[in-house]
DNA sequence: ACCCAAGTGGAACGGGCGGCCCGTTTCCGT
DNA sequence: ACGGAAACGGGCCGCCCGTTCCACTTGGGT
């Protein structure tokens, strides 16, 4: 404060003021909850994050205070990808194949990310930046609805909700399926579009379903490790 | 043991050979159950539940040594209505009919009880009697899609474990929408309704989506109580 | 090279849960 | 009425979680 030849803040990094080992640390540690919200959803332990990042419980508890806010650190920029989707299907000049295909790929990272599933079926009043983005999809989405249903090929039924009770139901599918029939999601989607389609429009034929060994063996699962977990 | 002028058990209660004061506490420790169950989901803490019973820890584990032991007794009425809900679809004369009543029955079911939708996407190899029950409805839900198909009301395409799926995704929408908008399940089966129907079937209208006011305090709960929670 | 503040990890604490033991109460056959 | 067995419930233990405190380390300006 009293060297006004560089009015940088002591660290040059951008926006984080840190130290250097600090920003390092901080670095692992959205690593390490990155990987484990991805494979096991948001319940993790703060502390089994502070061990996979390598450090001590309270750097973490320094660094990210509450469980919301780490969350909104390390899916910023998934939610980057949620918002630019929405974009990338308005740039489709097919109006229901850029609709179809946006609601594919949001499920598709509902799919390859447990954690990013329970983001999308919940709202942090709190996280600005994950909720600036969410409205931004929202909004654009609805653009992608009005001109999917001029096209005639959406139903005039279909409301900006059904979106979010898809996303809850695959939520659910994803984690009672899990890694023992990792596609089931995919049926269930293709069912849902079939049901959104006007008569008469294009659709991909429905995926099959995953075979009932591989159905029995998550649910035998389910019954060992219990409801909500991985 | 030395009156042979009456061979009963000291307890004529038939099947349970405990004592009459036991008989009524394992009672109690049951409608307990069922209550925390059907309102929160079978994630409730084995403490909990002796608390509501008004029991001790230890009299809740000697009657029922681990929880699956508890979920197989609580529900065990449940799986008989839900295994003479096939039955009934399989009495109406129109297999159509039956058909969809029946998968709205079932989903009915898991609406009204967080517990029993859980227990419908779990299998525990161990509950004879549960799964005696689930196997009958299976058996009977193949003949169920038989005959639906030969109606021509039935997509052929539709398989046995799309109703597994179903089930699934439908205790991911309860699991989200929960007290806030009770009704969203039913939109999401009317769509998956009008999936499983072949063109030309006769389907009720998909039920209106909860307003997003219902559905965004939902979120919001979902975000303060973490995933996996009533 | 020095030195202070920023940063760290471990330890201690409070809370909840499940499992087990054990002194006491209650039932039921005689 | 009585005595023994069955059943009870509270208390204790170990475990994991998240939070807070504190003595030590380390970075980076001067």
């Not at 840190?18 to 319940?43: C, H, V």
């Not at 990338?88 to 609709?99: S, T």
């Not at 399926?177 to 999601?185: I, L, N, V």
Request: proline share 7%.
């Amino acid at each position: 404060m009293t060297s006004p030849s560089s009015d940088q803040t002591p660290c040059q990094q951008p926006g984080t003021g840190l130290r250097a080992d600090a920003e390092r640390n901080r670095d692992r540690i959205l690593a390490a909850a990155r990987r484990l919200f991805a494979a096991e959803g948001l319940g993790v332990s703060m502390t089994s994050v502070a061990r996979e990042a390598g450090v001590g419980k309270a750097t973490l508890s320094r660094r990210f205070a509450t469980r919301e806010e780490l969350i909104n650190a390390v899916f910023a920029d998934r939610m980057d990808a949620y918002a630019g989707a929405v974009a990338e299907a308005l740039a489709d000049p097919d109006p229901w194949h850029g609709f179809t295909g946006y609601i594919h790929a949001v499920c598709a990272m509902q799919a390859a990310d447990r954690g990013f599933a329970d983001v999308l079926t919940m709202t942090f009043p709190t996280a600005k930046a994950l909720e600036a983005r969410r409205t931004e999809s929202y909004n654009g989405f609805l653009e992608l609805i009005a001109r999917a249903k001029s096209s005639g090929h959406l139903r005039e039924d279909f409301v900006p909700e059904d979106l979010v009770i898809l996303q809850m139901a695959n939520a659910g599918v994803l984690a009672a399926a899990g890694e023992d029939a990792p596609d089931t999601w995919r049926r269930l989607v293709g069912h849902m579009l079939r049901s959104y389609a006007a008569p008469g429009a294009p659709l991909p034929t429905v995926p099959e379903a995953p075979k009932p060994r591989a159905l029995y063996r998550a649910m035998v699962r389910l019954s060992r490790t219990g409801p909500g977990t991985a």
